[in-house]
């Protein structure tokens, strides 16, 4: 399932964490990459251990935990903690598939990589190229979001960031391992919560109808997840 999540952060929430990583120093993006993004990937990153990553980090966890429609999709067990990267001059990362598992360094920390998240941070008018390619049983899904939105998809799916011809790229991303390993539960969990929402919200919670829909979701998510 791939779902466009907007207004993660609003414009103050987008400034404060540009204002946070742009006058930090930016490193080789191949610091956290396996052996086949390396072959394929060219930009800048911040350190995952630096200030400016951990705090900027922190506010886009914080927005996530207040954003219904991301918990909604994602079910999320754990979130790595946001990764931040930028693209100029050329830079592109050609097709290549997220590793499985993810493991912070020098931590115990580990995360099954079930979905990938892109949240951009630079207005798509400010720079050229850079779309995300997300290949999906409809074809390539070409994405290029506001600044403060937030793009969804499973890591298992082939993906490339196209060539930022000028301007500069700017974007957090980060994986979560969902509650439910499987997309396919994921997405008719999903389509269920959003009919239970809005039965509820035309009928009122206590409608009988939405009682049922909200019981059977549980059922399901009880049936399906791992805690």
Known sequence: ??????????????????????GAAWIDGNATSGHQSALAKRNEQL???????????????????ATPLFVAAALPLKVYPPLFNRYTGGDTFGAHVDSAIRIRRG???????????TLF????????GGELVIEDSFGEQRVKLPA???????????????????????????????????DG??????????????????????????VRLTGTYHNLLRRWAEA
Not at 107 to 117: E, G, I, K, M, N
Not at 121 to 128: H, K, R, V
Not at 189 to 201: H, P, S, W
Request: glycine letters at 4%.
């Open 47 to 65: 350190p995952e251990e630096s200030v400016a990553a951990r705090d900027a980090g922190s506010l886009v966890l914080d927005a996530l935990s």
């Open 121 to 128: 941070l630079a207005d798509p008018d400010s720079y050229n």
């Open 148 to 182: 403060g939105h937030m793009v969804l998809y499973p890591a298992s799916s082939v993906h490339r960031v196209e060539p930022v011809a000028c301007g500069t790229r700017v974007a957090s991303f980060f994986w979560i391992q969902s509650m439910v390993r499987d």
């Open 185 to 210: 539960a994921r997405r008719i969990l999903f389509e269920l919560d959003q009919a239970v929402q809005d039965v509820a919200g035309r009928l009122g919670a206590n409608d009988p109808a939405a």
């Open 1 to 22: 399932m791939l779902i466009a999540i907007p207004d993660v952060l609003d414009a103050s929430d987008v400034a404060k964490v540009r204002a946070l990583i742009d």
């Open 107 to 117: 931590t115990d920390f580990r995360v099954r990589s079930d979905l990938s998240a």
